[in-house]
């Protein structure tokens, strides 16, 4: 099993920035992909960025340019930096890990964007 907790999240004013991180523990060996995804009300949970072991990056196009994810393999953490935020960033951003074609989720954070 891993356990995923992540922090960072809270309210900022449009343009501003916001990072967050997220921490795994437990069976951390063989993680392939660890990334962020994020879920609007109302709307499907969506790929925010995702980070692969080899250290390829995939961003979705709404973000590109805007939020940067990197990788502390030495602590089993993932970050997000997210700056110049919009409004339709506001959403509860939930940390992914793959391990063994097996997929565990954080309890994710809020992170709401004022214009």
């Known amino acids: 099993q891993v356990q995923l907790v992540e922090s960072g999240g809270g309210l900022v004013q449009a343009g501003g920035p916001l990072r967050l991180s997220c921490v795994a523990s437990?069976?951390?060996?063989?993680?392939?992909?660890m990334g962020w995804y994020r879920q609007a009300p109302g709307k499907q949970r969506e790929l925010v960025a995702i980070?692969?072991?080899?250290?390829?990056?995939s961003y979705a196009d709404t973000v590109k340019g805007r939020f940067t994810i990197s990788r502390d393999n030495a602590k089993n953490t993932v970050y997000l930096q997210m700056n110049n935020l919009k409004p339709e960033d506001t959403a509860v951003y939930y940390c992914?890990?793959?391990?063994?074609?097996?997929?565990?989720w954080g309890q994710g954070t809020q992170v709401t964007v004022s214009s």
């Open positions: 992914l890990a793959q391990r063994f074609g097996a997929d565990y």
């Open positions: 437990g069976r951390t060996s063989s993680i392939v992909r």
């Open positions: 980070i692969r072991s080899g250290g390829t990056i």
